[in-house]
């Protein structure tokens, strides 16, 4: 099969070169007289592409975002027995090219199609027809964020192709399509997480209006595809985007504003139904028109991945189940063709975001969930620069940020998690070796320590007193440690002597030189000759300092009391210092700190969970979910370590009268109740 394009050409005969915002339509014609009991469709297309077989919808918006290798992307494997007839059936494709790139995708500058399938005997060519889709256009500035690909949508009514997804279509201005040169494609992998989630259309109760603008509630905080049917005049304009159109940047950025796509209409005369290619983000739908607008009704079709949310957690305080549903919702938003940080900024698979998630996709979610944590897995491994792992892959805005890569590769990071909940090993061997060369970039210093690595950013946490040094040399230690584990486990030992030796080294000389005794507590001012340095307790570094295997325990209750009164960290960090509590057996103090910094997260009217304390930033953030964390692997006290072939129940009865919880386990879901007064648990399947 070719890759293939419209070609229409201007007044004195060269080509049309396919420009960024560019929508084409392809259709093929082709008869059967026996059905197949399968037929395994595989489709590319730069960059998304909407597939309509006997006017049926067979996938609303397909293909996956590049690259699983550098310069490689993906093709959709589809059965499309389904939809086919006896007699003549007929494929339409609409297929978008972005143009343009950002933190989730990479742009070849090559638009096309490609279509296969043999047991239909099917394949792109000139066999197809193609046309451009000339009611598409790009509306005026301002565009949005430069952060993620994709443009604003606009769409003239007046200039739409009836009818082009079904089998009776005029085809007159059809041309049969031509085949491009599509080697910046690279090669091609099959899809390894399932095609998108698309819900049926659901209009909007109710609308308020004001000055001409129109608000409708959304059920909760969604990725949706906005539906419209509006009576207006010929010319009329409708403007459409969401309450999320336009955030803010996070802490140190607040001041930025970052624009999130939107949509205009042009009315035809009369009756307009618009369905939109263009998915949105947001818990309302804004509509501003202009011109003579009669009856207008506005739905969505909600989106996203191809998941369920099939975990609950339920103690009987309102507080804390209500953070539990939140940090499903916020979850769930965060996952479409890649886990990402918010989906209405940034839209980056940041790494550290995705360790902080991962034990929630699979307390929360169902099993499909944990193929999208095998992707970003494969995507820090085989996206590296060199020896680098890079903080943000798939997309061209990655960075290094050595603190989430080691995070990233530490015993509390993603892929020591995943392989924890899944009992999939398979991507060690992949790992192992990455790992262990991304850990010999760093030097040690005359002190047994390491030297600081700057990357792109010397980033380990937001806001207040951040102890970067002693934060490096934890995370630093955990991915030693981890990488012990994995070389063991893979019977590997060709680096244990590098790995053995540098953990050796920082374990002999950390106590001694960053135990601040006259605090009691873990410090870079510590034991130091540097005059007039302020020695100051960070609760992140010293709950690190636990997690991290390099505090002895006798100083257990000298960290508790830095825990317990020290609240510097942002939401990101702040997992991390309820884990070590919970970790040293004070899950009583990580339930009540959790409680007092969440409480804001926890009564405001949004449904999922803020990117900070104190609304700094998006209202939805991947980092955000650690009190859902909490509940099931503390509160609760759920663990495994063969992907829930077996696991273990340690419920904190002291806390509540009654616990019950839900969670998909070893293939099945599985209900825990726990009665604090009786001091018992029950397993339900």
Known sequence: AAVIWPEERTADGPPVLPQANEKAIFRKHFYLETLPETAEAYIAAETKYYLYINGQEAVYEGGLFRESMPHCGYADCIDIAPFLKNGENVIAVCVWYFGNEGRNNVNTGRAGLYFSCPAVGVESGPQFLAKRDDAYYTPRDPAPSYLYGGDNLGFDMRMALPDWNQPACDESGFLPAVSVDAAAWGDLYVRPVPLLKVCPAVMCPALTVRNNIYTAELPHAMAFFPVLRVNAEAGARIFLCTDHYEVHGGPGDEKNVYRGHRIELICREGLND????????????????????????????????????????????????????????????????????????????????????T??????????????????????????????????VPGVHCAELPGQSLAAISEWGMIAQYCKYTGDVECLQTAFLPMVDYLSLWEMAGDGLVKPREGNWRWFDHLYNVDHD????????????????????????????????????????????FWYSAGGYYASGA??????????????????????????PEHYPDIRNVLISVLNASVYMENFVLTALCEMGYVGDAYRRMISRYYPLAVNRNSTLWEDFHILGTTNHAWSGAPATIAFRYLMGIDTNDGFRTFTVCPQYDLFDHMACQVHAGGRLIRIEADGRKKTYSIFT
């Open 359 to 392: 034990p929630q996709v699979f307390f929360l979610l169902d099993e499909k969930a944990g193929l999208l944590m095998k992707k970003a897995i494969y995507d820090l491994i085989c996206l590296r620069k060199g020896n680098v792992l890079m903080g943000n």
């Open 274 to 357: 618009f369905e939109s290619i263009l998915y949105l983000y947001g818990e309302k739908i804004t509509v501003r028109t202009e011109g003579r607008v009669g009856t207008l009704e506005v739905g969505y079709r909600e989106s996203g991945y191809q998941t369920e949310i099939t975990g609950w957690f339920d103690c009987g305080d309102g507080i804390t189940n209500r953070l539990v549903e939140k940090a499903a919702r916020t979850l769930y938003v965060c996952m479409r063709d890649n886990f990402m940080d918010c989906p209405d900024r940034e839209r980056g698979q940041w790494i550290g975001d995705v360790s902080v998630q």
């Open 527 to 552: 034991n130091t000759e540097e005059n007039g340095r302020t020695v100051y307790a960070d609760d992140r570094a010293n709950a690190m300092a636990v997690l991290a295997g390099l505090c002895p």
């Open 470 to 513: 002693v934060l490096e040399n934890c995370w630093y230690v955990s991915a030693l440690r981890f990488a012990l584990i994995v070389g063991k486990m893979i019977g590997d030992h060709s680096r244990d002597a590098f790995l053995s030796q540098r953990l050796r080294q920082i374990e002999a000389r950390f106590h001694e030189r």
